[in-house]
C-alpha cells in the first residue's frame, strides 16, 4: 500500500530512509464503503486524502439540493477541501467514496510538522496544489468556451477510468449539464460512430 503514495511523492521530491519513515508514520490508513462520506459539508477539514484503491468525488450541493461535482478522485490521486483544510475551516465541499476504496489520510497538524522535519515536502505539496489550481483554471476556460459536446469528449480524453467508474449523473454534474443533455450527447456519439 504505501509503495503507491511513495511512487506518487518520487514524481517530484526523492526522500532517504529517514525521512520515508517520517512520512509513512504520519499517515492513517482508512477503508470507505461505496456512499460512504470521509467529509460533510460544515464539518472542519483537517486531512489531505491519497486513494489507494476506489473512487472518491468531491461535490457542492446547494441550497435547493442540487449538486455539481467539483473532481473525482482515483487510485493514486490526493483530494480535500483544499481552501477549507489550508485554512482549517468548515467544509463547503462534501466528499464520498462512488466505490469500496482504501485512502492514507494526512492531518493538517502533521503536514505542518512534516513540513519542518522533511521541508522537502513544501515543495511537493506546492507543485501538488499548482497542478491542481491549473487543473481548475482550464475547466473553467473550457466551460466559458467549449459545447458540452466538446467538454464530455475532453473528459473521456482526460479521465478515460473515470468515465468507467462513476455514474453518468455525476459525470453531468462535472460537466455543469443535465444527465438528460448527456445523454443526448452520448446518443449522438454512438451515432456517428455507427456512420463511420
Known amino acids: 500500500m504505501h509503495d503507491l503514495i511513495l511512487k506518487n511523492i518520487a514524481k517530484h521530491i526523492v526522500l532517504d530512509e529517514a525521512e520515508e519513515a517520517c512520512f509513512l508514520a504520519c499517515l492513517k490508513e482508512r477503508q470507505v464503503l461505496k456512499k460512504e462520506f ?24 446547494d441550497k435547493t439540493g442540487k449538486e455539481s461535482t467539483i473532481m473525482f478522485a482515483l487510485a493514486d490521486w490526493w483530494v480535500t477541501d483544499m481552501f477549507c483544510f489550508v485554512n482549517e475551516q468548515a467544509a463547503m465541499l462534501n466528499i464520498e467514496a462512488t466505490a469500496d476504496s482504501c485512502i492514507l489520510q494526512l492531518q493538517k497538524e502533521d503536514l505542518d510538522r512534516l513540513y ?6 513544501e515543495r ?37 477510468k473515470v468515465a468507467q467508474q462513476v455514474k453518468q449523473k455525476q459525470i453531468a454534474s462535472y460537466l455543469g449539464i443535465t444527465p438528460e443533455f448527456l445523454s443526448t450527447i452520448r446518443g449522438n456519439k454512438t451515432k456517428k460512430k455507427k456512420k463511420s
Do not use: D, W
Not at 38 to 61: D, H
Not at 132 to 160: C, D, M, T
Open 38 to 61: 470521509i467529509l460533510k459539508e460544515g464539518q472542519i477539514c483537517r486531512e489531505i486524502n491519497f486513494v489507494v484503491s476506489g473512487t472518491l468525488r468531491a461535490f457542492y450541493l
Open 116 to 121: 519542518i522535519q522533511v521541508p522537502k515536502f
Open 124 to 160: 511537493f505539496f506546492r507543485i501538488i496544489m499548482q497542478n491542481a489550481y491549473i487543473r481548475e483554471q482550464l475547466r473553467v476556460i473550457q466551460g466559458l468556451s467549449l459545447s458540452a459536446e466538446e467538454r464530455y469528449h475532453n473528459f473521456l480524453i482526460k479521465y478515460p
